[in-house]
């Protein structure tokens, strides 16, 4: 069965100061795909990123860098100089090629709390 | 992109009643997707289709929910004699026809079943 495991309820942090988001995922599948979503208190998920299991380059995209290692079933994503518009929950996702692609497992999300 | 549009926003009924939300998604793309979240935890698949098509369908989805989609554009997800258990966020998201692609989400129907 797949999984995601978010161990980080919640995360507070000071303006500037860098986050590291961990995630940790389980299947059985040889390819497969991992995605960061983000929920501000808007409610409304937002795309962060899209990985798949053959891809283990690291990503940077200006403060947000993710870590991918297969060796670990780790997905990780840091936010450097964090700042308050970064308040939300964070969700780590898998989706298997064996089963459907639209059908993404989530984990329960880690609540960021960037405060100034 | 103007977005995946969700009405109503907020919807309270009380145990029994029907139930139907809407979901406008993305214009060009084929799939729409449906997820249920409760307080504290992630988005739960219930199910989705492509174009008219509903592919696949989650053990969530018991007999007294049903979604649509009649012309492939719109979609409606119905749920019969509520139950105080049915109470969550109703997420819709869409995306273009290839598989795994990253998902447009919209703002959810809020539902309170008292």
């Known amino acids: 069965a797949q999984k995601v495991t978010q161990a980080q309820t919640e995360i507070s942090v000071v303006e500037k100061e860098d986050v590291t988001l961990d995630c940790v995922y389980e299947?059985?599948?040889?390819?497969?795909?991992l995605f960061w979503y983000k929920q501000p208190p808007s409610g409304e998920l937002v795309f962060l990123i899209r990985?798949?299991?053959?891809?283990?380059q690291n990503e940077i995209s200006g403060r947000y860098s993710w870590n991918f290692q297969k060796s670990t079933s780790s997905f990780n994503f840091t936010i450097t100089a964090s700042q308050v518009v970064d308040s939300a929950v964070y969700f780590c996702?898998?989706?298997?090629?064996?089963?459907?692609?639209?059908?993404?497992?989530f984990g329960k999300g880690t609540k960021l709390s960037v405060k100034p | 992109d103007t977005g995946v549009s969700q009405d109503p926003r907020h919807k309270i009924t009380k145990r029994g009643q029907n139930v139907t939300f809407r979901c406008d998604p993305i214009?060009?793309?084929?799939?729409l997707y449906w997820y249920r979240q409760t307080l504290g935890q992630g988005p739960e698949f219930l199910t989705y289709?492509?174009?008219?098509?509903?592919?696949?369908k989650s053990r969530l989805l018991s007999d007294r929910f049903s979604a649509e989609r009649p012309k492939g554009s719109f979609s409606t997800l119905e749920i019969q004699r509520t139950e105080q258990g049915d109470s969550a966020m109703y997420l819709c998201?869409?995306?273009?026809?290839?598989?795994?692609?990253?998902?447009?989400f919209g703002s959810g129907t809020q539902l309170s079943v008292l």
């Open positions: 289709f492509q174009n008219e098509a509903q592919l696949e």
């Open positions: 214009s060009e793309h084929n799939r």
């Open positions: 299947t059985r599948d040889t390819t497969y795909y």
């Open positions: 996702a898998l989706s298997g090629d064996g089963g459907s692609q639209g059908n993404l497992i």
């Open positions: 990985r798949n299991s053959f891809d283990e």
């Open positions: 998201a869409s995306s273009r026809q290839r598989g795994n692609e990253k998902l447009f």
